[in-house]
């Protein structure tokens, strides 16, 4: 049994990231003002901790974009799985070689390509989704605040996100 309506817990939960550096701030700035030695320099970490929680936890709340969507996505052990109602696969993370954005799809989709298999395609408000900010962002050279905003934008027309270096030639560049 909740004591909390399912529409207030679920605000509470997009927002959680941000609850908690904003309590983590406003320990550190306490300690800052009102005390002196240790917990004085304490409070200094705590507000640079904060601070960092702050911006990852903005990331993430952008990221999110609902749910309720078709299918489930699950990571494990570095292989990205979604299962939905009508297509599903499997793509290990460490031989992906292109992430784009499909907007042409509704919901937009996420699109995984890896060699030697059909690209996956998952929406990007399907259940677990969240779980692939985290993903996305551990592949070299992903510009996190890019996909972030192709991600807002929306438009008539698929965007990639993210390629491995060496697959295309040096004069054609992708930014």
Same mark, same amino acid.
């Given at each position: 049994?909740?004591?909390?309506?399912?529409?207030?817990?679920?605000?509470?939960? #997009?927002? #959680?990231?941000? /609850?908690?550096?904003?309590? +983590?701030? &406003?320990?550190? &700035?306490?300690? *800052?003002?009102?005390? !002196?030695? &240790?917990? !004085?320099?304490?409070?200094?970490?705590?507000?640079?901790?904060?601070?960092?929680?702050?911006?990852?936890?903005? @990331? #993430?709340? #952008?990221?999110?974009?609902?749910?309720?969507?078709?299918? *489930? $996505?699950? +990571?494990?052990?570095? @292989?990205?799985?979604?299962?939905?109602?009508?297509?599903?696969?499997?793509?290990? $993370?460490?031989?992906?070689? @292109?992430?784009?954005?499909?907007?042409?799809?509704?919901?937009?989709?996420?699109?995984?390509?890896?060699?030697?298999?059909?690209?996956?395609?998952?929406?990007?408000?399907?259940?677990?989704?969240? /779980?692939? !900010?985290?993903? !996305?962002?551990?592949?070299?050279?992903?510009?996190?605040?890019?996909?972030?905003?192709?991600?807002?934008?929306?438009?008539?027309?698929?965007? *990639?996100?993210?390629?491995?270096?060496? &697959?295309?030639?040096?004069?054609?560049?992708?930014?």
């Amino acid at each position: 049994m909740s004591f909390i309506r399912p529409e207030a817990q679920a605000a509470i939960w #997009r927002w #959680r990231e941000i /609850i908690v550096a904003a309590v +983590v701030l &406003l320990m550190g &700035l306490r300690w *800052v003002l009102g005390a !002196f030695g &240790l917990l !004085f320099w304490g409070g200094w970490v705590l507000l640079i901790l904060g601070t960092a929680l702050a911006v990852v936890g903005v @990331q #993430r709340m #952008r990221f999110r974009l609902g749910v309720g969507g078709p299918g *489930v $996505v699950q +990571v494990d052990e570095g @292989q990205i799985a979604y299962f939905g109602p009508l297509t599903g696969g499997a793509v290990a $993370v460490s031989e992906l070689t @292109q992430l784009a954005l499909d907007h042409t799809a509704k919901p937009p989709h996420w699109v995984l390509n890896q060699p030697g298999q059909d690209p996956l395609h998952i929406p990007v408000n399907a259940e677990g989704t969240e /779980i692939l !900010f985290d993903v !996305f962002a551990s592949l070299p050279g992903l510009r996190t605040e890019r996909m972030l905003s192709e991600l807002r934008r929306g438009g008539p027309h698929s965007v *990639v996100i993210w390629e491995k270096d060496n &697959l295309r030639p040096p004069s054609q560049r992708l930014h």
